[in-house]
Structures are given as C-alpha cells and as structure tokens.
C-alpha cells in the first residue's frame, strides 16, 4: 500500500510562498489519483487540490484557485502543492492522500491512504 510522508511546511508571512512535497512509498504511486486537505484548529479537513493518477487533471477549492498548484512527479513518486500569495486563512496542517479509485474526490473519507501531515502558519 502507498505511504505519503510530507514535507515543506513552515512558517511564512501573508503574501509568501510555500511548496509542499509528499513522497510516496510502498504501492504503485503512479497509478493513484492522489490529493491534498488540510486542517485548522477546531475545523474539519478540507479539500485543497487533487491530481489524475496520470497529471492530466486537475482540482482545487475555490478558496485557493489561482494560488496554489498541484503537480506530480511520477518516477519519483512525489506529489507537490505549490502554494503562492498565502493567507493567514491558509494556516492549517496539510495532509497528502492517496485514492485507489479511478475517479477524482474531493470528499477526505473517500481517499485510502494519508500522511502524516505538515504545518503551514502564515503570519499577518
């Protein structure tokens, strides 16, 4: 089964930038259409972005369309959330998930595998 780990997050004033990875072990990554949520205190996870297994499609929230980027790296089995002009909004854990179906979700309890998550603070 796939195991994302993620990394990048961190702390960064409104207006900066942050690039999320999430490494893939275990599992045909490749073949997995796989996403990106997060969490902030006291609020359910949300959907932020999600990728076709192939990287020809993508998603996002409207809360963050036009700032963030969602991509993949196949043979390196790695997805990335480019995260642009960021929002003290945009605090939150950011977790990487895997879906073993064929069709996109935005819905958390739909996808099979996650990581264990990567804070993102953004100061005003």
């Known amino acids: 089964q796939v195991q994302p780990v993620e990394s990048g997050g961190g702390l960064v004033q409104a207006g900066g930038s942050l690039r999320l990875s999430c490494a893939a072990s275990g599992g045909t990554f490749s073949s997995k259409n796989m996403g990106w949520f997060r969490q902030a205190p006291g609020k359910e996870r949300e959907f932020v972005a999600a990728i076709s297994w192939s990287g020809s499609a993508t998603y996002y929230a409207d809360s963050v369309k036009g700032r963030f980027t969602i991509s993949r790296d196949n043979p390196k089995d790695t997805v990335y959330l480019q995260m642009n002009s960021l929002k003290p909004e945009d605090t939150a854990v950011y977790y990487c998930?895997?879906?073993?179906?064929?069709?996109?979700?935005?819905?958390?309890?739909?996808?099979?595998?996650w990581g264990q998550g990567t804070q993102v603070t953004v100061s005003s």
């Open positions: 998930a895997a879906d073993r179906s064929r069709v996109i979700h935005r819905t958390p309890t739909l996808y099979d595998y």
